[in-house]
């Protein structure tokens, strides 16, 4: 396993459209990360696994937005009816915990979505 | 809520000679971690450095350092020997202790001159 990977790489929508991502963490991670960045910004925390279970949501999590991790591990992430104001980097991150808490989490590629 | 501010959108440096990148961060936690991310042009997010808030020795890999300032709560990169591969935007990332988020700052954009 080479790293934490996404797909699709780029994804053009138009508004009202709904929008899936997919990602696929470093094989023996339990911890899954979900950040946004925005040009010119710092990638911005949205949600996180540990397993399956999605145990932290950030309040830029709309109702829009949901995010899934069915077997421990891969995850998607979903937009409904996406609006211009989505367009953004979608970031992927992995980690493993030993005990309580994970020092390092390795980021992928990233998914970037213009919304027309 | 935690803030971490990079005060320099971008910096550059001749190839070989040193830099410094500035980090503050504002919290009135006591157990956290900072980091230094490196994300190059069109591909992912690398950690540079790591910091335990809790150790007072200053942490160090190969030609990276940190100026680790508790109290004034700055956490500096300090690149040495620059190379051209070091051109990248750089992070400043704040992790609060029982929590899984990294909180990063806007990133300072380092272009390395040959």
């Known amino acids: 396993d080479t790293g934490v990977s996404q797909d699709p790489r780029h994804k053009i929508t138009k508004r009202g459209q709904n929008v899936t991502f997919r990602c696929d963490p470093i094989s023996e991670h339990n911890r899954l990360y979900w950040y946004r960045q925005t040009l010119g910004q710092g990638p911005e925390f949205l949600t996180y696994?540990?397993?399956?279970?999605?145990?932290?949501k950030s309040r830029l999590l709309s109702d829009r937005f949901s995010a899934e991790r069915p077997k421990g591990s891969f995850s998607t992430l979903e937009i409904q009816r996406t609006e211009q104001g989505d367009s953004a980097m979608y970031l992927c991150?992995?980690?493993?915990?030993?005990?309580?808490?994970?020092?390092?989490?390795?980021f992928g590629p990233g998914t970037r979505l213009t919304v027309t | 809520a935690q803030t971490v501010t990079q005060s320099q959108p971008e910096m550059s440096v001749q190839e070989a000679e040193t830099v410094t990148l500035s980090c503050t961060y504002d919290t009135s936690e006591s157990d956290y971690y900072l980091f230094w991310y490196k994300q190059p042009p069109s591909r992912q997010m690398i950690l540079v450095i790591r910091?335990?808030?809790?150790?007072?020795q200053n942490a160090t890999e190969n030609r990276f350092s940190v100026n680790f300032q508790k109290a004034a709560k700055s956490f500096s990169l300090k690149i040495s020997d620059s190379q051209l591969g070091d051109a990248a935007m750089y992070f400043c990332?704040?992790?609060?202790?029982?929590?899984?988020?990294?909180?990063f700052g806007k990133g300072t954009k380092l272009t390395v001159n040959p």
């Open positions: 990332a704040y992790n609060q202790g029982g929590s899984e988020k990294l909180v």
């Open positions: 991150a992995s980690s493993l915990a030993l005990g309580q808490r994970s020092y390092e989490q390795y």
């Open positions: 910091q335990e808030a809790y150790k007072q």
């Open positions: 696994f540990q397993n399956e279970a999605q145990l932290e």
